[in-house]
């Protein structure tokens, strides 16, 4: 006999005839059946703000490619950005100060459907003006605490990434190139 949520328990025990189990299967689906996989619910500026050592608003000048790689069903695209900083809301930089954040796209390049649950990733752009909650890893670089921790303030002229064949785009005068 296959297992029953608590409640209709005693009355799969007590009748084990169909209509009996109908009903508990459909009060199982009506209760939200199993748990899914979602994505995190994104944090709000404030709790952000306290994961970060450094919290900054600025304009990415420059975006280089750094490598590909691919992680079980997923290909990933390892980019730095260059992030002047004009604003400092945490942390001990100055403003002009240039930071480099690493970052990843990722793919789905797996069979079959992509599986739910994983959390987009931040990208930066070159030109873009954002607000960038951040922790400092090894060495001078910086990666974005959470998957909400970047916010676009202005968008960039084009939303576009360097590829191997030109590994970098710099913001000159408001223009990629």
Same mark, same amino acid.
């Given at each position: ?7 209709? #328990? ?10 009996? #189990? ?36 600025? $304009? ?41 954040? =690493? ?15 994983? =959390? ?23 990666? $974005? ?10 968008? %960039? %002229? ?20």
């Amino acid at each position: 006999m296959p297992k029953v949520p608590g409640p209709c #328990r005693a009355l799969t025990l007590a009748n084990s005839k169909g209509l009996t #189990r109908a009903l508990c299967l459909g009060l199982a689906l009506l209760w939200g059946g199993p748990p899914s996989k979602a994505i995190p619910a994104p944090m709000k500026d404030d709790r952000l703000l306290a994961m970060a050592g450094v919290a900054v608003e600025g $304009t990415v000048v420059r975006v280089t490619y750094l490598r590909s790689e691919r992680q079980g069903q997923y290909a990933n695209t390892v980019f730095q950005a260059e992030l002047r900083v004009e604003t400092v809301l945490k942390g001990n930089v100055k403003t002009g100060d240039i930071l480099t954040i =690493s970052f990843a796209t990722e793919a789905f390049v797996g069979q079959g459907r992509q599986p739910v649950g994983r =959390s987009p990733k931040p990208a930066y752009f070159p030109c873009e003006r954002v607000r960038a909650y951040l922790s400092k890893g090894k060495s001078t670089i910086y990666y $974005t605490v959470y998957w909400n921790g970047r916010r676009g303030l202005a968008s %960039p %002229p084009v939303f576009r990434l360097p590829r191997p064949d030109g590994k970098v785009l710099r913001c000159v005068a408001g223009k990629v190139k």
